[in-house]
């Protein structure tokens, strides 16, 4: 993008009664777990994990890496996100993380490849001869790709194993991706604080669990946070992290997590956020006044922002995608304003942000078209959803089965999964 661009042989394009706007930025999701898509609409933390980590994850071979990551990254294009943070904390070999990244290649999609390995445990630091060899290998050669890391973090590694994989990051230039749900903050938090490991490089997602002074020093030293709202109601990830981090003076970037359990519409997720968040200011004045909020408080453009700018922000992207502007990348997003559920779009902010998959009319990243006349362009759809449902019915089916055998590791891996839980909220100071 920028001024005073050379017009000759340019696709000149008439977008009238259409918004553009920014690409979207989804900044966490595992696109790994698509083939497995609302099998898990009705399960509780303690059953994602049960079913979709302690059961069916260590089965996944590279192929079906390679088709739920293409169809999740095709999705997201088709829901008007350009950019995703792709958590893929299932690389059980380097050749489940080639084809997860192959995958990423061929929909198009620019991305940070968040390296991950299943939960091991507490002592078990990063693999980072396998991130040296991303980084150096298939990364490398996709302008779109760059690379991160997923890591345990002080909540769920030994403090020593926190510093050395942020340290490790740091070195690297690479964004270090944890979670944080429920559960405070223990003594390894403090840790990675003494070692001047706090900063923009690092990224917590949920956050859940975290104090009001937590949220705000980590917030002052750049650290980025991303909610995933509708993944968190629903799944007990307990309060999300918004209304203290808007008060330290921060933002969200949103992500939608797994769609195992919930649409992969990182409009929805801010939709979601800006109804919590003033439903929350309601109630706070109806307890002081009798009376509901005289203003609406947080804004559509502000929502709007958290799934855009900040999004770039918490993936290190800032000074190329999130917002229009010369010298930015042509990550863009065409909604049809003509829609009968947009129109008459009075307020385009407002209209965009309330806009549906139905609704995005194209998508174009890195200035090459993705979607175009409301159909992803170059793209087989047919045969991607013959090899997802293949491998998703093979999981699906494992997961259904009522056996004797299937019945009792079932309730193991629930009591494994239970404990790990109640160890991992029990380990703040």
């Not at 995958?103 to 939960?119: C, D, E, K, Q, S």
């Not at 863009?332 to 003509?338: G, H, K, Q």
Request: net charge neutral; hydrophobic share 40%; with cysteine.
């Amino acid at each position: 993008m920028g001024d005073h661009l050379d017009p000759i042989g340019a696709d000149v394009v008439d977008l009238e009664d259409r918004i553009v706007i920014p690409g979207l930025v989804n900044a966490h999701l595992h696109t790994w777990q698509t083939a497995l898509r609302f099998a898990g609409g009705d399960w509780s933390l303690l059953e994602y994990l049960a079913h979709t980590h302690g059961h069916v994850a260590r089965r996944y071979g590279p192929d079906d890496m390679h088709i739920g990551t293409m169809a999740g990254a095709l999705n997201q294009i088709s829901c008007g996100t350009t950019t995703v943070g792709d958590w893929c904390h299932n690389c059980l070999t380097p050749a489940h993380a080639d084809a997860a990244i192959d995958a990423l290649n061929i929909a198009g999609i620019r991305a940070v490849f968040f390296h991950g390995t299943p939960h091991g445990g507490p002592t078990k630091p990063h693999d980072m001869s396998e991130v040296d060899r991303l980084l150096c290998g298939p990364i490398a050669r996709n302008p779109l790709l760059t690379l991160g890391m997923a890591i345990k973090g002080p909540q769920l590694s030994a403090p020593d194993v926190a510093i050395a994989d942020l340290r490790a990051a740091v070195d690297r230039g690479l964004i270090a991706s944890m979670h944080q749900s429920a559960g405070t903050s223990g003594h390894g938090w403090n840790a990675v604080g003494t070692a001047g490991l706090w900063g923009p490089h690092a990224n917590i997602v949920h956050g859940t669990g975290l104090t009001d002074r937590w949220v705000k020093k980590l917030a002052d030293a750049g650290v980025t946070f991303t909610t995933t709202p509708e993944n968190e109601l629903g799944q007990g990830h307990c309060t999300a992290i918004t209304e203290k981090l808007l008060d330290a003076g921060g933002a969200p970037s949103l992500g939608t997590d797994t769609e195992t359990a919930v649409s992969g519409e990182v409009l929805t997720a801010a939709r979601i956020t800006l109804a919590h968040q003033r439903g929350l200011a309601h109630e706070q004045e109806f307890h002081r006044t009798g009376l509901s909020a005289p203003s609406a408080g947080l804004s559509s453009k502000q929502a709007l922002s958290w799934a855009t700018v900040h999004g770039a922000r918490a993936l290190g992207m800032a000074d190329k995608v999130g917002h229009l502007a010369p010298g930015m990348q042509a990550d863009l997003v065409v909604i049809d304003a003509r829609a009968l559920n947009l129109w008459p779009a009075h307020d385009p902010i407002a209209a965009a942000l309330q806009a549906s998959i139905a609704n995005i009319e194209a998508v174009m990243i890195g200035g090459h078209w993705r979607k175009r006349h409301h159909s992803l362009v170059d793209t087989d759809i047919d045969e991607v959803k013959d090899r997802l449902q293949q491998s998703g019915e093979r999981f699906a089916h494992k997961i259904r089965a009522t056996g004797p055998l299937a019945r009792t590791r079932r309730r193991v891996v629930r009591t494994v999964v239970r404990r790990h839980l109640r160890r991992q909220i029990g380990s703040g100071d």
